[in-house]
């Protein structure tokens, strides 16, 4: 709350002072004017009495009267007009600023969640305050501010004194006699006359003054005379201290400051805000503005005069804060008395008239700039001896009798009547004393001068100036009531103002409650009964000073709203300033009503032409609407103060209030926006014009722009070149991109530390870190980048455009320093390109070169990534800290030179006065500054929000290093299943420096083969193709894939621009559907093996394999005759191959695949075809089928090694693939193998990183299992015709891998998917598991012996002879397994375990009328490995008939313990005929 000098007892004690009229002779005043005042001024800070004076009442009880003030006033002073009322006012305010202390906070208090600072005091209102009550010219209605006496003073340097004594009384009393309408008014025609003589003690003689004021006291009695010395020292004595400023002046709080009409007040612009409110319309528009924008037209306004005379005839712009033409305050007309109704002297005439109770005029001779320089401590005690000598002894008496006087003549008029008014009625007849008439809109009574009313209210009047509130406010209530009988509103209003006074006035002394009501209906009735607003202002000032005493805050600011009217802006200003002061006072404060209110005022300060108030206002106001969502409120309140700002010529504060009305959250229209930011511009320009002419263009410090948000943490950092656009069939390795930054980075990682395990032997070096190329908020910044010499760095930016309209930014580049590696002692010099204009900069461009963009558009509401590239020239250290760019609107005609702007900053020539909305632009910067992670391990890091560093901005420069470029020449976007093409690559090092060390490692080692014979030609045949008809290869093949392949390079080197290539052949997924295989090339500097530096380079394409074929195999054992007992086995191959693609518009499809060859890989079997095929017979047209029928047979080897394949092949078309060489041998390597995946590689002991192919656990089964293993691969070779999607044919090849693993179960030639596992619930409670013991699988237990019947087909026999028929059977075993079994062959129970394998369908025979087992029953042997055994069985029929007789059950055992034995499959049927012959 702001805090006023005075409380509202010393207010209203000073409002409410006895009035004395001072009346001087010339030469008194120039007496006085030695020391640079008038005899009025002279006195006036001495005129309250320092002791305490004791007063009389009418009924003689005796008063005291505490520091009583005396006002004096020049007699020959006029109230000045309403212009001139209007100045001096606007002036006060004006001279009034806040003023606030270097570094401090001002008034900050806190309020609920605001911190609030506040004016501490309100000087410009107590100034307007004051200047108001003392322009307030007298009324009829009361006689506070009649003259109580008139001082008359005379010098004692006058000839006559004492004559011109006489001649002032005689003027005075000629104009009270006389002149009764003009000012000042006197309060009775006798009042006190008092007379002084001042005496210049240096220059005057002492004896000649005394004598005169001898001759004083005798001619106008001793108690109305006084001598006054002053000037004690002399003129020679000032010219000494005229330097001095350390004297007190007691003066300078009295007379009127200088008033700067500079800036801050536009006097005469009542309904302005001082300059053309064309230039800032509150709806911004597109249309082109006036070119003179900033000319004051003084003559378009109005005068305004303190009573809001006069109506405003210019237009008020369409604001929101307007004010409704319906306000009950707006009084067009408002007739003033007599006295100084009709006063039309100009504002100068009025100045010159107050010249002589203003300051003496400098120029005069003798005169010096301080107050009171002749004057000694002793003739301030003098003047105050003055002033207490007459209030004591002259002034005090002649109030006591005038108060006896007026009491006794009422009290003798009364009788013994209660109401003194009602007796004076019937004494005089009729009410003689007043005349009804409609005089004017204020009254419709006039009382004559010497009416008892009158008097009554003149006794109550004197009665309140000296402090003798309870028996004014007895007086005021008798006469308020006579006033309302008589519909006298403005003496009724008056007296119910006093009354409410001189009850406040008696403070705690009294015994009634201050009656605000009394106050509310006097300003209700000033207001429309009488249409007095100047009255009801004062009213209202007084009454809200005694409101606040007593902590009625919102009683008090209702007041102040309710005298908010359209005749005074500045009035209204100020009183609404007031009102949101007491709001904040409350006891629950009231912040946003405050804030409200507050901009209210601000914007009445500014039509008033009050411009540092209403910024002021308007600031304060802020504090509550920003950042609490009320956008729309916080535009306007930013964008009036600007405006403001702008006007006040405080730029920087004008470009900070434009800044904020461009934010992502503005609410604001497109229009309206664009309108914002044309006008940011236009000020920012201004500012930096500004400063550049105070700081001059040495400075090369880039102001920083606003627009558009710099997204810095999005940042991204690539070192290296832009990966190369394909040209033809020639594509170049991808590298790394900022697209790569979504992918995962840590095959990229996995891939490296296995290429550098592999160069270091296998360990990886203690301080390895992983290759970072790409630098972005997800990747690990705490090391800064290594960049080479003449190697780009590229920068991608995202520039946010927060606004609805778009922005263009010319001239884009990065801002970097530089501080280069000098061999030497000296400390090198930081280098840097930031500067004001755009010229070339030939140092920096020498170090680093920068690219410059020239235009971007960017468009509302858009987040553009914008790269720019650096290529450093020198070893440094490089850091990037911003970028620079020249900001225009996008409506704008930009016309940005190349070589700079025509002035330092940019826009159009500073010469001309352009406006704002033309090619305005400014060139400035933003700052990039990256946050690292926040960090989270340690408690305080917890505890607080700390982060890590990020240094992908800090680079470091190395010297050159090889660079090495990778071409793939005819590599496919598309492959069919199986399908082999070829490729050629190409290595060239663009470096200076030589390379070696050439590796590559892939995510997916098994989609391609490297050709080990490098060279730049080679055949467009993908396999080798020979006419000759060989036998079968043996390869030693030992099934490992490396993940890791050296890349020979002839020579052992690369050299620099050097070039070579070699042979890839890359094999489509047999799965259809797009597939990643990354390729990682690594390579190391040549020239410094010691220091081992080496460089990495990615390439990641994406392959789509199209469906072609499907190939599926089952094996099955043969059969065999009964004349076959060799032990060696054969196997029946059923081979189903499918053309899965089918024929579509606009898709790539196969329409016919040729087999061309069929090959067998196994170190045990080779195969035969069964049937001869012709070329026509093995073509597979869409969504055909072919079967091929294969014979596999057992190699005749007596040792054949697990690493020796043997390759048949099966020629089915013209000419015979070698698939035991390249790249049908390594394809089917890499069938064989099972990958790991990549994150379960080992990172330290496998050297070098290989994958092997799955070996089987070596344990104790392994002899047994090999009882059902085949080992058997087939290589299907085919050739394909293919329909792109165009409607082109090509032919391709390729081949089909499908592994035959055990007979009767089908395989295919694409890899089976497993479905996931569903684990188990999880358990909390660890149970005892109890490890189970390995077992064989069933299916090898169930298959460790095969066994065959041999007999005859056919028996005859006559039954009729002999009942049964007997038949030899030989039961053959073999042991198919590499360990020796136990067997046990049951004939006893052979029908009854017919049924134990239901799915192999056979049913079983009843054993009524068939046959049965002779003999031994049971019969057990052991069988060696690989071991085939006969055993003798009899059987014997009892009819006719077809029999099977090959159920009989074999048991097999692998241990020692015959208990556990497994029944073996049943083999096929062994079918005997029995005939019945005649005998």
């Avoid at 290989?1250 to 050739?1279: C, H, R, T, Y």
Wanted: charged share 20%; with cysteine.
């Amino acid at each position: 709350m702001a805090q006023h000098k005075q409380t509202a007892h010393e207010f209203i004690q000073s409002t409410f002072s006895p009035q004395i009229a001072v009346l001087c002779s010339n030469d008194a005043e120039l007496l006085c004017q030695k020391n640079n005042l008038s005899f009025v001024q002279l006195v006036q800070p001495f005129c309250r009495l320092k002791t305490e004076a004791h007063i009389k009442d009418p009924n003689n009880v005796q008063h005291n009267v505490q520091h009583l003030r005396i006002s004096m006033v020049d007699m020959n002073c006029q109230i000045p007009p309403a212009a001139a009322a209007k100045k001096l006012m606007n002036d006060a305010v004006n001279s009034e600023q806040q003023v606030m202390a270097e570094g401090s906070r001002g008034n900050v208090i806190s309020v609920g969640d605001y911190d609030l600072q506040l004016s501490s005091s309100t000087p410009w209102f107590e100034a307007y305050r004051e200047c108001f009550l003392q322009t307030l010219p007298p009324s009829d209605h009361e006689f506070l501010k009649h003259c109580l006496a008139c001082i008359f003073v005379v010098s004692s340097n006058h000839t006559d004194p004492l004559a011109m004594l006489q001649t002032l009384s005689s003027s005075q009393q000629q104009q009270q006699s006389q002149f009764p309408n003009k000012l000042p008014h006197w309060f009775c025609p006798n009042i006190l006359k008092y007379y002084v003589l001042v005496h210049d003690v240096v220059e005057a003689e002492a004896s000649k003054a005394e004598a005169v004021y001898q001759s004083m006291k005798s001619s106008f009695g001793h108690q109305s005379c006084h001598l006054l010395q002053i000037n004690s020292r002399s003129l020679t004595t000032v010219e000494t201290m005229k330097m001095d400023t350390s004297l007190p002046d007691p003066w300078g709080q009295f007379l009127n400051k200088p008033i700067d009409v500079g800036e801050g007040v536009d006097y005469d612009a009542g309904g302005s805000s001082g300059a053309d409110d064309s230039m800032f319309p509150t709806r911004l528009d597109e249309g082109a503005p006036e070119t003179n924008n900033h000319v004051l037209d003084t003559n378009s306004h109005s005068d305004e005069g303190i009573d809001g005379l006069g109506s405003v005839t210019n237009s008020v712009m369409d604001h929101p804060l307007a004010l409704s033409d319906e306000s009950p305050l707006q009084s067009p007309t408002l007739e003033y008395s007599s006295d100084y109704q009709g006063s039309t002297s100009s504002l100068n005439s009025v100045q010159s008239a107050m010249s002589k109770s203003s300051s003496f005029n400098m120029q005069n001779k003798g005169q010096f700039p301080g107050h009171g320089m002749c004057l000694t401590a002793s003739d301030q005690d003098r003047i105050r001896i003055f002033i207490h000598e007459f209030a004591v002894r002259a002034l005090i008496p002649w109030a006591e009798r005038q108060m006896r006087t007026l009491n006794d003549m009422l009290m003798s008029r009364t009788g013994l009547r209660k109401s003194l008014f009602g007796t004076a009625k019937k004494l005089f007849g009729g009410n003689p004393s007043k005349t009804s008439q409609a005089a004017n809109t204020a009254t419709t009574v006039v009382y004559s001068k010497d009416a008892p009313e009158l008097q009554m209210r003149r006794l109550a009047d004197i009665a309140f100036l000296f402090q003798l509130y309870d028996f004014a406010y007895q007086t005021y209530h008798t006469a308020k009531r006579d006033f309302n009988n008589d519909n006298a509103w403005l003496h009724f209003a008056g007296a119910l103002e006093m009354a409410s006074l001189a009850i406040f006035m008696q403070g705690s002394q009294g015994q009634r409650a201050y009656p605000d009501h009394y106050m509310e209906s006097a300003i209700t009735t000033y207001l429309q009964s009488c249409k007095n607003i100047p009255y009801a202002v004062r009213a209202t000032l007084v009454s809200t000073e005694a409101l606040k005493s007593r902590g009625k805050y919102k009683e008090a600011a209702t007041q102040f709203i309710k005298m908010m009217s359209e005749e005074s802006d500045l009035r209204s200003a100020l009183l609404l300033e007031q009102a949101a002061h007491c709001f904040i006072n409350m006891r629950n404060s009231m912040v946003r009503k405050y804030s409200f209110h507050m901009i209210l005022a601000g914007h009445r300060f500014s039509k008033a032409g009050q411009r540092k108030h209403a910024l002021r206002a308007y600031s304060q106001a802020l504090q509550i609407y920003k950042g609490k969502g009320w956008s729309l409120a916080e535009d306007h309140i930013n964008f009036t103060i600007g405006r403001q700002s702008h006007n006040l010529k405080q730029l920087e504060n004008a470009t900070a209030a434009f800044k904020h009305l461009l934010t992502e959250d503005s609410k604001q229209t497109a229009m309206q926006q664009n309108a914002f930011l044309r006008e940011y511009l236009f000020v920012y320009r201004q500012l930096l014009v500004q400063e550049s002419e105070e700081t001059g263009l040495q400075s090369n410090t880039l102001p920083e722009l606003p627009l558009p948000v710099l997204d810095s943490n999005a940042t991204k950092v690539i070192v290296g070149s832009r990966p190369l656009i394909p040209q033809g069939d020639t594509i170049y390795a991808t590298g790394v991109w900022f697209e790569d930054s979504d992918m995962p980075s840590w095959r990229w990682k996995k891939l490296e530390e296995l290429l550098v395990l592999d160069a270091n032997g296998g360990t990886l070096p203690l301080l390895h870190r992983p290759s970072l190329q790409l630098f972005t908020d997800g990747t690990d910044n705490k090391f800064s980048p290594v960049s080479y010499m003449k190697e780009p760095i590229t920068i991608e930016l995202y520039l946010v455009n927060p606004l609805k309209v778009a922005l263009t930014l010319t001239d884009v580049t990065l801002l970097w320093s530089f501080l280069p590696n000098i061999c030497s002692h000296e400390k090198p010099q930081l280098i840097t390109n930031e500067q004001m204009v755009t010229a070339k900069n030939n140092l920096a461009d020498e170090i680093v070169h920068g690219q410059v963009v020239k235009e971007i558009i960017l468009q509302g509401n858009d987040r553009l990534p914008v790269q720019m590239t650096l290529t450093p020239q020198q070893m440094g250290e490089l850091r990037i800290y911003g970028i620079t760019y020249n900001l225009g609107s996008a409506s704008t005609t930009f016309m940005a030179p190349s070589q700079g702007p025509s002035g330092p900053l940019g826009g159009a020539v500073m010469g001309s006065k352009a406006s704002y909305v033309s090619t305005v632009y400014v060139r400035g910067k933003q700052k990039i500054e990256v946050q690292g992670p926040r960090l989270n391990t340690k408690k305080e890091e917890m505890a607080s929000k700390v982060y890590g560093p990020d240094r992908r901005l800090d680079l470091t420069i190395h010297e050159q290093m090889p660079l090495l470029e990778v071409s793939f020449v005819d590599f496919p976007k598309t492959l069919l299943c199986g399908e082999v093409h070829p490729v050629t690559v190409h290595f060239t090092n663009t470096g200076s420096s030589p390379l070696h060390k050439l590796k590559v490692a892939s995510s997916n080692p098994k989609c391609f083969v490297i050709g080990q014979n490098i060279s730049n030609e080679h055949s467009s045949s993908v396999y080798n193709v020979t006419d000759k008809s060989s036998d079968s290869i043996s390869v030693n093949c030992d099934l490992k894939v490396k993940r890791v392949i050296d890349i020979e390079i002839p020579g052992g080197i690369l050299h620099s621009k050097s070039t070579m290539g070699i042979q890839l052949w890359i094999r489509g997924n047999d799965i259809g559907g797009n597939h990643q295989v990354d390729f990682l090339f690594y390579y190391e500097l040549a020239e410094n093996p010691q220091k081992r530096k080496y460089r990495i380079l990615r390439h990641n394409v994406l392959v789509n394999t199209a469906e072609s074929l499907s190939v599926r195999a089952v094996a099955q054992k043969a059969c065999k005759n009964s004349k076959e007992l060799t032990s060696t086995g054969q196997f029946l191959i059923s081979c189903e191959m499918e053309n899965l693609s089918q024929q579509q518009l606009g898709r790539v499809y196969v329409s016919e695949i040729r087999i061309k060859q069929i090959s067998c890989a196994s170190s045990r079997w080779t195969i035969d075809t069964l049937t001869s095929h012709s070329q026509k017979e093995v073509c597979i047209g869409s969504r055909e089928m072919l079967q091929v029928c294969l014979k596999a047979s057992m190699l005749q080897k007596e040792k054949v090694s697990n690493c020796d394949v043997t390759f048949t092949d099966l020629t089915l078309h013209d000419g015979k693939i070698l698939s035991g060489r390249t790249p049908c041998l390594d394809f089917y390597q890499r069938s064989r193998v099972k990958l790991k995946p990549l994150e379960d590689e080992a990172s330290q002991t496998q050297t070098p990183s290989q994958i092997l192919a799955p070996k089987e656990k070596v344990d104790q089964f392994e002899s047994l299992n090999s009882a059902i293993q085949l080992g058997m691969s087939l290589i299907i070779l085919w050739q394909a015709h293919v329909v792109d999607s165009d409607g082109t044919e090509r032919v391709c090849v390729g081949q089909h891998h499908v592994t035959v693993e055990k007979p009767d179960s089908i395989f295919t030639s694409y890899p089976y998917m497993q479905p996931p596992r569903e684990s188990g619930p999880i358990q909390f409670i660890k149970e005892e598991v109890t490890e189970e013991e390995k077992k064989p699988d069933f299916e090898v237990l169930t298959q460790l012996v095969s066994y065959s019947l041999q007999h005859k087909t056919e028996l005859d026999n006559c039954f009729s002879k002999c009942r049964l028929c007997c038949a030899q059977v030989t039961l053959v075993l073999h042991n198919e397994a590499d360990s020796d079994v136990t067997v046990l062959v049951d004939t006893s129970k052979a029908q009854h375990r017919l049924n134990e394998y239901p799915d192999t369908g056979q049913t079983a025979e009843s054993p009524a009328g068939g046959f049965s087992w002779m003999s031994q029953t049971l019969k057990q042997l052991k069988l060696l490995a690989k071991q085939t055994e006969k055993i003798l069985l009899s059987v014997t029929f009892s009819k006719p008939g077809v029999y099977n007789i090959n159920n009989i059950a074999v048991f097999v055992s692998y241990q020692d313990d015959s208990a556990e034995m497994t029944l073996q499959k049943q083999t096929k049927p062994s079918v005997i005929t029995i005939r019945d012959v005649a005998s």
